[in-house]
C-alpha cells in the first residue's frame, strides 16, 4: 500500500506532472527544469524528490549539472504500470504544449 500511495501522492500535482511530460522529450537538468516552471529552485527540488521517492524519476551528475530522467526501470509495481500511461495523457494541455516549446528553446549552457 505504501508504493501506491508514494506513486499516487507524485501524480498528484499538476507541477510534478509537468515536470513527467517535460522529462518525456529529454532529460533535463535541475536548472532547465526550474527555468521551465518558473518556481524557486527548493520547490523544484521538494517536487524532483517526490517523484525519485515514487521510482518515476532517476537522475545523475554530468559535470555541474544534475540530470533527471525518468526512470527506465522503475521498481515500484505502480511506477512502471503508470510512467507508460502517461505518455498518452495530456498530450493536448496547452500548458504542456506550452512546456514543449520552452524546452525546445532552453539551453543548459545559458542557464547555469
Request: glycine residues 2%; hydrophobic residues 40%; contains cysteine.
Amino acid at each position: 500500500m505504501q508504493q501506491l500511495s508514494q506513486t499516487t501522492k507524485a501524480l498528484s500535482d499538476h507541477n510534478r506532472l509537468r515536470i513527467l511530460k517535460m522529462l518525456q522529450l529529454r532529460p533535463l537538468c535541475v536548472c532547465e527544469i526550474t527555468a521551465v516552471l518558473q518556481l524557486s529552485p527548493s520547490t523544484v527540488s521538494k517536487h524532483l524528490s517526490l517523484l525519485r521517492h515514487a521510482n518515476l524519476i532517476n537522475d545523475h551528475k554530468e559535470g555541474k549539472w544534475v540530470i533527471c530522467h525518468l526512470e527506465e526501470h522503475p521498481g515500484n509495481h505502480f511506477a512502471a504500470t503508470l510512467l507508460p500511461l502517461l505518455a498518452t495523457w495530456l498530450e493536448d494541455d496547452p500548458q504542456i504544449q506550452a512546456d514543449r516549446q520552452k524546452i525546445a528553446r532552453i539551453n543548459r549552457a545559458d542557464l547555469c
